[in-house]
């Protein structure tokens, strides 16, 4: 009554209404021997052995059940589990009605959507009859449900109490055995047909199962009707399949002992669900062959379209090979996994044994009192280690015997336990008084600097000095350097050539972005992960207390809410505090005095003023085109070939080749351009020798001629912007970049209103064509009297500045036009051009930022030969900064100046006299064939730039007498060059002669000549030699 009452709720009236038309000639199905046959036929009926309905079977209609997982086969009961509970609410109620005694089981063609073949497998589908699973149950003592009768029980009761083959309600989820489809076109043609059992309904959910027995095969013949909403399971018109008969040949016999054999071997293997497979075995009988075989496959885990295929197979023969095919596949996957499953248990085994035999071990040392627990061999080692320790300072001495005993305290499983461990672990790792052995040897220390790296002679006496001061006084002592150059010029690796000539130890680290003061002091030990900064973690890894650190890009350091690391690096890189430096994490002084600090640069602009103070600063400016050449045979040729794995003889560079290289392709300071083009031309021959045979193989030569096929098209085809001389309002002046030097013109164009216009507005206008200054380069004039001497109309002058200027330089600009004016006003009083011309200054390269004031003397002669329509001489490049009453004030980058004017084939340049001293300072090879004139004055910038164009001069100048420097081009032939290496060449230098008005150096007597030849080491002798033969010349 409950059973009957649940489903009532179920399915309503309007089901059962509907239902009735499909289901009508199924009501009325009574072939079956179950139904209305004989007892002794009923009894027959539910035995292995006899298949229900077998007796005069014919076409019948059916309910079509369709199955996801596999098919079932004939003559054993088999567990459909039906998660869907519209369908299981459907099959009872047609149960009850009488309507589902037989149903036709068809696998669908494919799985549904949402369903995979991992999905599908599980349980197997085959099991015992439910009385032999009940006893078998019952016996053991574990009862799974309610007693349920044998196969030709009363279904009254059989919704109510689960089936022996189900065992009961089970807490694991319901399998998708069975479901809906759209039509019965989805089903397989080859089913069987179940005879339904019993229901067992899932008491935690939705969902059930249901035990049948399959009783034959057959074969789907139409589709009687669609599954709807109210009955989800289609109606179909199937026939049954009669039975095979079997001859006992000697393959049969054969196929039916092999399975038999595999079967019994896949019983050995401890695969899955082993108990139920043995019950199945025992219950059956397994002398029929075609019985076996479809109990193998009913059991069987196998891809549902192989059982399908043994489903289908009518020939006795070849469905045992089928189903033999199965059993062996099964037993194979049944060894693997009994094989990994034993390496796992094997493994576990090994390690729990080990583990179990090292806990007795270490009691039983214990015992014996061979070994202390961890805790104590933990701080037994440290005033161990603390022992062996030398040369620590009694703050850290005191600390680290404090730290040992918070440690004895604290329980091993502690936080804090493994904090003041690692502690413990840095205090006792550094190196605490341990130093390495200075090199002493100076001439050795030479020679390693000078197989690393070419010229950088300062860097390379510096770091001698600092050897021999260390001589001499017997002790190490540390030192603060910063090297500031632009990019390629070796700062960096300078740093481990220095280590290798002092026989230290090297360590390097980046600062370029750094923003987090922790990094450099280090992180206090309150903080999860705390640890060092890179200074004590410096000391740690090279294990001395004298190595020479590296800090490299230290005018990148950032600064944000994390801290100033440049504040940081303050006290680190001052001589008078960094004996006692502490860090946060060590909170204990720590002496950095004999560590040897580098640091690198490209700018000292950006690097904070304190900080800068604190170091001692070593400039390299770049190299000259004599350097690269040197470098670039000595260094960069022969470790782009080795490293290339190219040999030598398979590759050759012609001294023109490189040449040109340098000169049009690689123009920037320092080397590494020029390496990245060595590296691309031996790829490329690199690649050619890999295709060519070992017997083809040839020497490749770079020359002129093919060097475009190796690097491309020169980047710099020509020298110089005019090639032909300067026009009147353009001047070449020299500019410092954190790239190196470089020269820069400064252009001015300009025009003067006309006189209707002028008088009618009283304004400047704009100037006809035949009046613009930039057409007037020819010297010829249009009028007889110039246009910029017409009386003024009372206008004034407009100026536009472009290029991409900065604060500073456009400052310089107005303070220029103004002084400007001022000395037109004195040198050509009726030209009133600049008082009234509309002019506009552009400086070219607008994309390069540009600022500073030195470019204050290019601008004021640019405005001067504008207006004077007269041309500077040609070759001359000029510096300084202007001021409004005519001084030429000193300027920077004297060193990258002249380099980039002797890159250029500049001859002269001009220069303020406050800088002679710098460029004294420089080697003979760098200012080779530059003749250098010193001014005070503007006048005599003026002079020097005007002198022979026929401009207008003043009577005197009104600065300090000219000083003038001619260094000839014989100069540049460097000290150890290659014999290849050629002098730079004679058009190189173009050397103008001194103005009248200059006062150049006296031509001395022969006495000081020959003091000057003869005292070689005298301070200025170079120097001054240097002028007397280019005065001489």
Request: aromatic share 6%; net charge neutral.
């Amino acid at each position: 009554a409950q059973t009957s009452g649940s489903l009532q709720s179920c399915c309503g009236k309007d089901r059962l209404r509907s239902s009735a038309a499909v289901s009508e000639s199924i009501l009325h199905y009574d072939s079956g021997a179950a139904h209305d046959g004989t007892k002794e036929e009923a009894t027959q009926a539910t035995k292995p052995g006899k298949l229900a309905g077998s007796s005069g079977s014919s076409a019948r209609p059916l309910f079509a059940l369709p199955l996801y997982r596999k098919p079932t086969f004939p003559g054993f009961y088999h567990i459909v589990q039906i998660a869907d509970q519209e369908i299981l609410n459907s099959l009872l109620e047609l149960k009850r009605t009488g309507q589902a005694e037989y149903l036709g089981g068809f696998m669908t063609k494919s799985l549904p959507e949402g369903l995979s073949e991992a999905d599908i497998e599980g349980e197997p589908l085959v099991s015992v009859p439910p009385d032999v699973a009940k006893k078998a149950s019952n016996a053991q003592g574990n009862a799974q449900g309610n007693a349920q009768g044998n196969a030709q029980g009363s279904t009254s009761n059989s919704d109510q109490s689960p089936s022996g083959a189900g065992g009961g309600a089970s807490l694991k989820p319901v399998r998708r055995d069975t479901g809906r489809i759209e039509s019965g076109s989805e089903l397989e043609k080859i089913g069987t047909m179940l005879q339904v059992i019993n229901f067992t309904k899932n008491q935690n959910g939705p969902g059930g199962q249901m035990t049948v027995l399959p009783t034959q095969r057959i074969k789907l013949l139409r589709v009687l009707s669609k599954p709807t909403t109210e009955v989800p399971l289609c109606a179909v018109y199937a026939d049954p399949i009669p039975d095979v008969e079997v001859a006992q040949d000697d393959d049969i016999r054969a196929l039916h002992h092999e399975i038999i054999a595999s079967m019994k071997d896949l019983l050995k293997t401890p695969f899955m669900y082993k108990e139920q497979f043995e019950q199945v075995i025992r219950y059956y009988s397994l002398d029929d062959p075609l019985r076996l075989a479809d109990l193998v496959a009913g059991m069987s885990m196998a891809p549902r379209d192989e059982l399908q295929a043994v489903l289908v197979e009518s020939q006795p023969a070849e469905r045992l090979r089928k189903v033999l095919m199965i059993v062996k596949k099964d037993l194979e996957r049944a060894r693997l996994k009994s094989h990994f499953k034993t390496q796992l248990e094997d493994k576990f085994a090994t390690e729990h044994k080990k583990y179990m035999l090292m806990q007795h071990l270490r009691q039983i040392k214990r015992e014996l009192n061979l070994e202390k627990d961890d805790k104590q061999s933990i701080i037994a080692a440290f005033r161990e280690s603390i022992a062996k320790l030398t040369g620590v300072p009694e703050e850290a001495q005191k600390g680290m015997e404090q730290e040992v005993n918070r440690l004895s305290g604290l329980e091993q499983q502690s936080p804090e336990f493994n904090v003041s461990r690692t502690y413990l672990d840095w205090m006792t790792a550094l190196p605490w008084g341990k130093t390495s052995e200075d090199n002493t040897n100076i001439e050795k220390a030479e020679r390693v600097l000078n197989e690393d790296h070419y010229s950088l002679e300062d860097v390379k006496e510096r770091i001698l000095e600092h050897m021999a001061v260390g001589f001499l006084k017997g002790s190490v002592q540390g030192k603060i350097i910063c090297l500031v150059g632009p990019p390629g010029v070796g700062k960096t690796s300078i740093g481990k050539s220095v280590a290798r000539a002092l026989d230290r130890k090297f360590f390097r680290f980046s600062v370029g972005g750094l923003h987090d003061v922790a990094e450099i002091r280090g992180h206090r030990r309150t903080y999860v992960g705390a640890m060092p900064g890179k200074i004590i973690q410096a000391l740690k890894i090279t294990q001395v207390s004298n190595p020479v650190i590296l800090i490299d890009e230290v005018d990148k350091l950032g600064r944000d809410y994390r801290g100033d690391p440049s504040s940081a690096l303050l006290e680190i890189l001052d001589p008078a505090q960094n004996s006692a430096f502490r860090d946060y994490y060590l909170d204990l002084p720590v002496d950095l005095s004999r560590v040897l600090f580098i640091c690198t640069a490209n700018v000292s602009d950006t690097i904070p003023e304190p900080l800068l103070d604190r170091m001692e600063i070593i400039r390299l400016a770049g190299y000259v085109f004599e350097e690269k050449l040197a470098i670039a045979n000595q260094f960069l040729i022969p470790a782009t070939v080795e490293s290339h794995g190219v040999k030598s003889e398979f590759v050759e560079f012609q001294p023109e080749a490189v040449d040109k290289l340098i000169r049009y392709y690689a123009r920037e300071a320092g080397v590494r351009e020029l390496r990245k083009l060595f590296e691309k031309i031996i790829r490329k021959v690199a690649l050619s020798l890999v295709r060519a045979s070992e017997e083809t193989r040839h020497r490749t030569t770079v020359s002129l001629e093919n060097l475009t096929k190796f690097v491309g098209q020169p980047p710099y085809s020509s020298d110089r912007l005019f090639r032909d001389g300067t026009p009147p309002g353009v001047v070449m002046g020299l500019a410092w970049t954190s790239l190196g030097g470089a020269t820069l013109y400064v252009e001015a164009r300009g025009r003067l209103p006309s006189l209707s216009q002028a008088a009618s507005h009283g304004t400047s206008a704009a100037k006809t064509a035949d009046e613009d200054r930039g057409a007037s380069a020819s010297g010829k004039s249009t009028d007889e009297l110039p246009k910029s001497h017409r009386p003024s109309s009372g206008g004034e002058s407009r100026v536009k500045v472009t290029g991409r200027l900065g604060k500073v330089m456009n400052e310089s600009s107005e303070i220029a036009l103004s002084y400007a004016r001022m000395y037109l006003r004195e040198v050509e009083s009726p030209n009133v051009f600049l008082d009234e011309a509309v002019m506009h200054m552009n400086i070219p390269e607008g994309g390069t930022p540009k600022d500073g004031p030195s470019a204050g003397v290019t601008m004021t002669s640019a405005f001067l030969s504008l207006a004077l329509d007269r041309p500077v001489k040609n070759d001359m490049a000029m510096t300084g900064e202007l001021t409004l009453s005519g001084k030429i004030l000193r300027v920077g980058g004297i060193k990258e100046k002249a380099i980039a004017a002797r890159r250029e084939n500049v001859g002269m340049i001009v220069l303020p006299m406050s800088n002679q001293a710098d460029y004294l300072e420089l080697k003979p090879h760098l200012r080779a064939g530059l003749t250098a004139h010193f001014v005070d004055h503007y006048d005599d910038v003026y002079r020097i730039a005007f002198e022979g164009s026929g401009a207008p001069m003043l009577p005197q100048s009104r600065g300090r007498p000219v000083q003038t420097i001619v260094t000839p081009a014989t100069e540049g032939e460097l000290p150890g060059a290659l014999p290849d290496q050629a002098p730079i060449p004679a058009e190189q230098a173009v050397p103008s002669p001194a103005s009248p008005g200059a006062a150049a150096l006296a031509a001395p007597g022969r006495e000081e000549l020959e003091w000057l030849y003869e005292q070689p080491g005298a301070p200025g002798s170079t120097e001054a030699s240097s002028a007397v033969r280019g005065w001489a010349l």
